[in-house]
């Protein structure tokens, strides 16, 4: 049997659904011939840089980490919950129909969802599984703290899709601390959901003779037990793609009740009581409404009733005995193999294009901005050369080279011609590096890291493999990839153009304004910028940090901003509405880590304000120290600190300095970094 590659990519070690989807699948998957690679999106694993594309692509997770598609076929495992695509997932069914060949999905309401939806490419059902050696009727049960005769079991996301608001409303009202009942709500809250858990908890509580609860928010390896300890499963879920919780409980053996909607109509035949729900729009998103006073009937029923015998519950079992992960994975094995790449016809062209630039798109921000003019040099340089948006990638015509934009440049590359070559147009450091910084800074921060990004990380590498030339923004990033290794003969360093603009300056300020802007604040230079502002301690002055407000997580930024008053934390705002500030600050200071330019600080000199730049930082190219701005050494809170009292304490020095700056930023032009791209362009084909 030939192995085929696959790059499994989603959440690989938690304890929710897709998780344990795809734990089960990588495994069922690898005796049927597939060589899996999984880039966890929860572990710090990491693929290997230099694995090849693969011939499949498989992503399972939540819609919103959607990312490109490099496999030969690319396919995508949606378990969607609701009747048709939601607000918050607005350009799923784009996305889909552009950059996959197929879709999984596990069950007929999820297909129904994706073609109300607009998804056009292959579909294929292939239903989960469940592990019936795990999950079975003689499971040994956990020990429920307080167990009564009869137990209710909640297993699943405490979420208001789930319906846990809708249960704990039902199981309060119906009964009291007199009836011989247990509820067990064994969570698995996502962290932005505990507070809204906990507070239904405690409203459930908090009822008069409330009845007996039990929240279970520990976890465990293997939470089969928590099934065969109750006697019947409660799931009156609003929406909900498959069912996992619902099969696991029917493998074991429990008769449940379950909202008649979603995956569980397709294999839930034996030991369910139906919750009738008509269908709903609720805060946007077309659900179930399940009855909270038909719940509180068909939970009394079944108290009433009692626990099923020992046959009963065999039969319920058994009723979903064809339910595997291994048939599962066989389906799909066989749906991945069966699948063709659906790449729309282009007619070819009368003689290759010179040149073709494929990019995201165009706009006025940093990196939008230069693709507008990267995409302007190679149009004026020849009119055969063509600019293919990544959304019609399906159109891109072979060139003799191609150029292409970091993090879209992958697809590009595999595409084109062979022996063509290959221009990359990068705007930073490597991946790697920044992120590096960005963990290490978070920590020292009291911050958790960022979740991982194994796939981001291979492709940034693959493209940077592939490329035959990379260009970027500074020799700062140029001696960044010399480091990792790159031979600097392919390399080429091209200023981005600054714009000039009138001259910002206050007109003498009582309290002199000083500005911080970090899309990637800790990567910036947020930490050294605090420390070096409290140690400094300017009565006379101020700090205004525009940056994301997941900072204020951090307790060493919050420690700052106690101890000094004068820094002040603002929102990020687009790039048009951010200009305005620059006429109400006198200084702008970037210490980053790692910065391939500096869109913020070149600006500012361009309007005439004096900036301080770390040495690690692109712009300091265009800055000679003391004349045209100060540079200081990454991390060196002394020397900050120093350059920031200097600064304050002299508006002539911020006059001289913001002069000088200026006059430095008038060749960066434009103009100029189109002419520069033209040349190396030519030197490549020449």
Not at 168 to 186: C, G, I, N, P, Q
Not at 236 to 242: I, V
Not at 619 to 632: A, D, N, Q, W, Y
């Amino acid at each position: 049997m030939t192995s085929r590659s696959l790059f499994l990519h989603g959440p690989a070690v938690g304890l929710n659904g897709f998780a344990l989807a795809n734990r089960r699948l990588s495994a069922a998957l690898g005796p049927l011939g597939w060589q899996v690679h999984v880039a966890a999106t929860d572990d710090g694993a990491s693929l290997a840089v230099d694995l090849p594309p693969p011939d499949v692509y498989l992503f399972h997770g939540h819609p919103y980490d959607r990312h490109h598609a490099p496999g030969r076929v690319n396919a995508y495992l949606l378990s969607y919950d609701y009747a048709r695509f939601i607000p918050a997932d607005r350009g799923l069914a784009e996305h889909l129909n552009r950059r996959f060949d197929l879709v999984v999905v596990p069950a007929r309401a999820a297909l129904a969802a994706c073609r109300r939806s607009g998804v056009t490419i292959p579909i294929v059902v292939s239903a989960y599984g469940v592990d019936h050696q795990e999950f079975g009727p003689r499971a040994t049960p956990v020990d429920i703290p307080g167990r009564r005769r009869f137990c209710f079991l909640a297993l699943g996301g405490t979420t208001e899709r789930k319906g846990t608001d809708l249960l704990l409303e039902a199981y309060a009202r119906e009964f009291t601390d007199a009836d011989d009942v247990t509820l067990v709500v064994k969570a698995c809250a996502y962290p932005h959901l505990e507070s809204w858990a906990d507070a239904l908890i405690a409203r459930a509580r908090g009822r008069r003779r409330a009845p007996h609860i039990v929240y279970d928010r520990s976890e465990a390896a293997s939470v089969a037990g928590y099934y065969t300890a109750a006697d019947m499963g409660i799931f009156p879920f609003r929406a909900e793609g498959f069912g996992l919780p619902v099969l696991e409980c029917l493998a074991s053996g429990r008769p449940a009740i379950v909202t008649r909607a979603g995956g569980p109509l397709d294999f839930a035949t034996t030991g369910v009581t139906w919750l009738r729900a008509p269908q709903s729009r609720r805060h946007g998103k077309p659900q179930a409404a399940p009855d909270v006073r038909s719940l509180r009937r068909l939970m009394r029923a079944a108290v009433e009733h009692g626990p099923m015998a020992v046959p009963a519950r065999q039969r319920i079992a058994d009723s979903v005995r064809a339910y595997t992960w291994a048939a599962c994975a066989t389906r799909l094995s066989r749906a991945l193999t069966q699948a063709r790449p659906r790449r729309r016809a282009v007619a070819p062209p009368r003689r290759r294009s010179s040149t073709v630039y494929v990019y995201l798109t165009y706009g006025v921000t940093s990196w939008k901005h230069q693709s507008t003019r990267v995409a302007r040099a190679l149009s004026r340089r020849d009119p055969r050369h063509r600019n293919v948006p990544f959304a019609t990638l399906a159109q891109m015509p072979p060139a003799s080279l191609t150029v292409a934009q970091s993090d879209y440049a992958l697809e590009a590359f595999l595409r084109a011609p062979a022996g063509a070559p290959r221009l990359l147009h990068r705007e930073s450091a490597p991946l790697a590096v920044g992120l590096a910084i960005v963990q290490r800074e978070r920590q020292a921060c009291g911050l958790p890291p960022l979740p991982p990004r194994p796939l981001a990380l291979w492709r940034d590498a693959q493209e940077a493999q592939r490329a035959d030339v990379i260009v970027v923004p500074s020799q700062v990033a140029l001696a960044a990839y010399v480091a990792g290794g790159r031979d600097p003969r392919t390399m080429r360093a091209i200023w981005p153009g600054i714009v000039q603009a009138r001259v910002a300056r206050r007109a003498a300020p009582r309290r002199p304004r000083v500005l911080f802007v970090g899309t990637s604040p800790f990567r910036k230079g947020l930490r050294p910028l605090l420390s070096a502002w409290s140690r400094l301690n300017p009565r006379a002055a101020e700090l205004w940090c525009l940056c994301p407000n997941d900072i204020l997580l951090s307790p060493v930024v919050l420690r700052h901003l106690t101890r000094a008053r004068s820094i002040s934390v603002h929102p990020l705002r687009s790039y048009r509405g951010f200009l305005p500030l620059y006429a109400d600050v006198d200084v702008v200071v970037l210490p980053s880590f790692e910065d391939g330019f500096g869109l913020v600080a070149a600006d500012a000199m361009a309007r005439g304000l004096p900036v301080i730049v770390s040495s690690a930082s692109g712009v300091s190219e265009l800055v000679r120290h003391g004349e045209s701005g100060l540079i200081v050494d990454a991390d060196r809170v002394d020397t900050l600190a120093s350059a920031l009292d200097l600064t304050l304490g002299s508006a002539g020095l911020r006059a001289r300095l913001g002069d000088q700056g200026r006059e430095a930023t008038r060749p960066v032009t434009w103009r100029e970094f189109e002419c520069r791209w033209q040349a190396v362009v030519d030197g490549m084909l020449a």
